[in-house]
């Protein structure tokens, strides 16, 4: 069992940054790969990046390559969300999920475990 909770979201004007935080319990972080996603109202929820269990590898949706990097911190049971150069189409409720494989990372429905989402506002 992965119990995840997200945090560092808030409102920021267009052009600036946030940072998203994802704490984890449980000894076994380090084996699952991680992801962050994030759903605007009325719409579906959406991939934004993933990370593979060591960090090796990263993979980011197109609408945010070169704007955002993910990362984690296997010590802390962390991963993280940097978001630079924001935009109002960025806005959403951003979820940090748990994979105990890598495989099909961007679909929101392989996924095992899911955080309670923390609010991004982009303001123009």
């Known amino acids: 069992q992965v119990q995840l909770v997200e945090s560092g979201g808030g409102l920021v004007q267009a052009g600036g940054s946030l940072s998203l935080s994802c704490a984890a319990s449980?000894?076994?972080?380090?084996?699952?790969?991680m992801g962050w996603f994030r759903q605007a109202p009325g719409k579906e929820r959406e991939f934004v990046a993933a990370?593979?269990?060591?960090?090796?590898?990263?993979y980011y949706a197109e609408s945010v390559e070169g704007r955002f990097t993910i990362s984690r911190d296997n010590a802390k049971n962390t991963v993280y969300l940097q978001m630079n150069s924001l935009k109002p189409e960025d806005t959403a409720v951003y979820y940090c999920?748990?994979?105990?494989?890598?495989?099909?990372?961007?679909?929101?429905?392989?996924?095992?475990?899911w955080g309670q989402g923390t609010q991004v506002t982009v303001s123009s």
């Open positions: 999920a748990a994979h105990s494989t890598s495989i099909q990372l961007g679909s929101p429905q392989t996924y095992d475990y």
């Open positions: 449980g000894r076994t972080f380090s084996s699952y790969s």
């Open positions: 990370i593979n269990w060591s960090g090796a590898r990263t």
